[in-house]
Nanobody
Framework: VQLQACGGGFVQAGGSLRLSCPAS???????MGWFRQAPGKEREFVAS????????YYADSVKGRFTTSRDNAKNMVYLQIDSLKPDDTAVYYC???????????????????WGQGTLVTVSS
């Protein structure tokens, strides 16, 4: 599976962005996820979505503001980010997991494939 997060940019606090992640390979049966890494901090789990899209999981820090979805026909996964805050500034990565079912997989080692990240910068 090859992944490439895109759609990042510079946005004012309170604004929105939609990140996309096209995927190649066997996509529809993979759990997909999003992580982010802020400057000087460790990479942290943001969200995950089951292969069917019927189950989603979010970090507490983003619940109610972030929404992940997927379109298996297009091999795409999305992260809608609303009510952006300066603390959301980070490089965002999409990731894929080929093992097990849907769940809250917060450790980097839980994930099998990683793409290049996309930078989101939020100004106050």
């Amino acid at each position: 599976v090859q992944l490439q997060a895109c759609g990042g940019g510079f946005v004012q606090a309170g604004g929105s962005l939609r990140l996309s992640c096209p995927a190649s390979g066997i996509f529809s049966r993979y759990v997909m996820g999003w992580f982010r890494q802020a400057p000087g901090k460790e990479r942290e789990f943001v969200a995950s979505i089951s292969w069917s899209g019927g189950s989603t999981y979010y970090a507490d820090s983003v619940k109610g503001r972030f929404t992940t979805s997927r379109d298996n026909a297009k091999n795409m996964v999305y992260l809608q980010i609303d009510s952006l805050k300066p603390d959301d500034t980070a490089v965002y990565y999409c990731t894929a997991r080929s093992r097990g079912g849907p769940g809250y997989y917060a450790r980097r080692g839980d994930w099998d494939y990683w793409g290049q990240g996309t930078l989101v910068t939020v100004s106050s």
